[in-house]
């Protein structure tokens, strides 16, 4: 397996003169930081991480991962960062955004689950701005993205795509708009078959951090490094 942490945007929403992943949490490590280490502490060694906004800033912090530039990362979003990392891959791929904060077992509950591609959820009533999620009858993801109107709840930016539907999955990335998001290819291969599984999260503490409101929750609620 392989990871990929998608870090290249401006991140306008939350207005912060670098990347928003070198957010320091109160007990002194960056979102970023914080992913990373999550990750290998669970067996995950081989990690990429897309950039393009003030790239130096994350390169210089981080010297011991693989990276992948986006130099369109000020008109694209997070469709075409993944596919600057994934075009050269095969393998089982974990992506997720860079500005997600969550505890560790939310990683290691996520990853103990061996069937199928998987996105990580929250059950919970979502705003216009969250990307959520619909399901059939057999558990399975028909639809997810900000659209989504009988939402189940949120995808909280944490997947895996498995080997097999790698090459699917890349193909769709490519065929998705400039502005969309990665999901957007996810839909594209549902729509093809492929079977996406939700993996129940909301146990758990998970935030996104998009606006400052979302980066006060963090503060209040990652207080140690092992939660």
Same mark, same amino acid.
């Given at each position: ?68 530039? *986006? ?5 694209? *979003? ?18 997720? *955004? ?10 290691? *509950? ?17 705003g216009e701005e969250e990307v959520k999620y619909s399901l059939n009858k057999d558990g399975f993801i028909t639809e997810i993205s900000k659209e989504v109107i009988e939402a189940e709840g949120e995808a909280v930016g944490i997947n895996l795509i498995r080997k097999a539907d790698l090459p699917a999955y890349t193909e769709a990335l490519r065929r ?52």
């Open positions: 397996m392989k990871a990929i942490i998608l870090a290249a945007g401006i991140g306008s929403r939350l207005s912060r003169p670098f990347p928003k992943s070198l957010s320091v949490l109160p007990y002194g490590e960056t979102i970023l930081g914080r992913q990373i280490r999550i990750m290998r502490e669970l067996g995950v060694k081989e990690i990429f991480i897309v950039v393009g906004f003030k790239m130096t800033l994350i390169m210089e912090q981080f010297p011991d991962v693989f990276y992948k530039y *986006n130099p369109d990362y000020y008109i694209t *979003n997070t469709s075409k960062s993944l596919l600057q990392a994934v075009e050269q891959l095969d393998d089982d791929i974990l992506w997720l *955004n860079g500005d997600v904060v969550f505890e560790k077992p939310v990683l290691k *509950n996520f990853l103990a689950v061996k069937e199928h591609n998987l996105v990580c959820v929250d059950r919970k009533s979502c998705c708009e400039d502005q969309d998001y990665f999901e957007k290819g996810l839909e594209f291969i549902i729509q093809d078959g492929a079977k996406v599984k939700p993996v129940d999260i909301s146990d758990h503490a998970c935030i996104e951090v998009d606006f400052e409101e979302d980066w006060i929750s963090a503060q209040k609620k990652f207080l140690k490094p092992d939660q």
